[in-house]
Nanobody, 127 residues
């Protein structure tokens, strides 16, 4: 059974940093492209960023580019989202998502690309 479990959310002051983790189980992690999405209250879920299977490529939404960094440790079956210079508008529930199969370097930007999702973790940025 595939499981993705996010952790690391919480409350942070504007301008601060936070690192989210997403631990995967029930799959061969190196075969999974990973993405991060977020959903603020009253808004649709939106793409944050993604990373290829081999970690060689990443892609970010314009709203987080230069502030957020995605990385992965295939030995630990974990993907990370490092968030710096946080803003109140970054407040949302953050979800990790996994797509099994695909090429080693492909990136996936839409929700429909992903078949596995975590339960989400709340990030609140106070002004």
């Amino acid at each position: 059974q595939v499981q993705l479990v996010e952790s690391g959310g919480g409350l942070v002051q504007a301008g601060g940093s936070m690192r989210l983790s997403c631990a995967a189980s029930g799959l061969t992690f190196s075969s999974v492209a990973m993405g991060w999405f977020r959903q603020a209250v009253g808004k649709e879920r939106e793409f944050v960023g993604c990373i290829s299977r081999n970690s060689g490529r990443t892609y970010y939404a314009n709203s987080v580019k230069g502030r957020f960094t995605i990385s992965r440790d295939n030995a630990k079956n974990t993907v990370y989202l490092q968030m710096n210079s946080l803003k109140p508008e970054d407040t949302a529930v953050y979800y990790c998502a996994g797509r099994i199969f695909g090429t080693m370097t492909s990136l996936y930007l839409t929700e429909s690309d992903y078949g596995h999702w975590g339960q989400g973790t709340q990030v609140t940025v106070a002004s």
